[in-house]
Antibody, heavy 120, light 111 residues
Framework: QVHLVESGGDLVKPGGSLRLSCAAS????????MGWMRQTPGKGLEWIAY????????KYADSVKGRFTISRDNAENSLFLLMNRLRVEDTGVYFC?????????????WGPGTVVIVSS | QSVLTQPPSASETPGQTVTISCSGS????????VNWYQHFPGTAPKLLIY???QRPAGVPDRFSGSKSGTSASLAISGLQSEDEADYYC????????????FGAGTKLTVL
C-alpha cells in the first residue's frame, strides 16, 4: 500500500521555526520527485516546493523562497520541510505528495496533511 | 490572485455533464500539460487527470480533461452526488522558473 504521512505540525509564534516530516512507504521512494503543498484558511491549494529524486534539483514558490528548505533522506524514505521566519500567513494544512514521473509535475499520492498554526 | 483562472463555483443536476474551465497563458497552459485534482475539505487531494487528458488508475472514465490554446477543461459526465467537491487545475509555468501553479479552485455543487 502506497502511503505518505506528514508530521511535525504545531502552533508556533511569528518568526519561529518548524520542521515537517513526511514518511513514505509502499514504493521506491528514491525513484520519485517529491513536493510540498499547503492549503491556507479560506484559500485553495498552493504549491510550495519540490525536490528531485537525488536532491540535485529544488524549486520554491516565491512566497517561501529563502525561508523554507526542502530536503530528503532516501535511506530513511523521508521528506522534510524546514520552515524558518514563519509568518501568520503561513498558517494552514501542509501536504507532502509524490510526483508522477510524467514530466508534468502532477502529484498522485498525497498524505493526509499536518496543521501549522502561526500565531502570537 | 492565481495566474490560472477558474470559476469559483459550478453546479449541475445528477446524471448531467458539467465542465470546469481553467484559463492561463502561453507560459503555462499554452506550453505545458495540465493536471486536475479533486479535493474534499479535510482530506488529501486526489489526482484526477494528469498530462492534460490522462487518468490515473482507478479514476472513472466519467472524468476527462482537454486543452485548447491557453485554456483547459475538466468534464464530469454522469454527475453523481459524491462528485460534490472542490476541483483544482494545475500546470507548470515556464516564466516562473519552473514553478507549479494551482488555480484558485472551483466548488462543484450537485443539485
Amino acid at each position: 500500500q502506497v502511503h505518505l504521512v506528514e508530521s511535525g505540525g504545531d502552533l508556533v509564534k511569528p518568526g519561529g521555526s518548524l520542521r515537517l516530516s513526511c514518511a513514505a512507504s509502499g514504493f521506491t521512494f528514491s525513484d520519485y520527485y517529491m513536493g510540498w503543498m499547503r492549503q491556507t484558511p479560506g484559500k485553495g491549494l498552493e504549491w510550495i516546493a519540490y525536490i528531485s529524486s537525488r536532491s540535485t534539483n529544488t524549486k520554491y514558490a516565491d512566497s517561501v523562497k529563502g525561508r523554507f528548505t526542502i530536503s530528503r533522506d532516501n535511506a530513511e524514505n523521508s521528506l522534510f520541510l524546514l520552515m524558518n521566519r514563519l509568518r501568520v500567513e503561513d498558517t494552514g494544512v501542509y501536504f507532502c505528495a509524490r510526483d508522477v514521473p510524467s514530466g508534468t509535475y502532477a502529484f498522485d499520492i498525497w498524505g493526509p496533511g499536518t496543521v501549522v498554526i502561526v500565531s502570537s | 490572485q492565481s495566474v490560472l483562472t477558474q470559476p469559483p463555483s459550478a453546479s449541475e443536476t445528477p446524471g448531467q455533464t458539467v465542465t470546469i474551465s481553467c484559463s492561463g497563458s502561453s507560459s503555462n497552459i499554452g506550453s505545458n500539460a495540465v493536471n486536475w485534482y479533486q479535493h474534499f475539505p479535510g482530506t488529501a487531494p486526489k489526482l484526477l487527470i494528469y498530462n492534460t487528458n490522462q487518468r490515473p488508475a482507478g479514476v472513472p472514465d466519467r472524468f476527462s480533461g482537454s486543452k485548447s490554446g491557453t485554456s483547459a477543461s475538466l468534464a464530469i459526465s454522469g454527475l453523481q452526488s459524491e462528485d460534490e467537491a472542490d476541483y483544482y487545475c494545475s500546470a507548470l509555468d515556464d516564466s516562473l522558473s519552473g514553478h507549479v501553479l494551482f488555480g484558485a479552485g472551483t466548488k462543484l455543487t450537485v443539485l
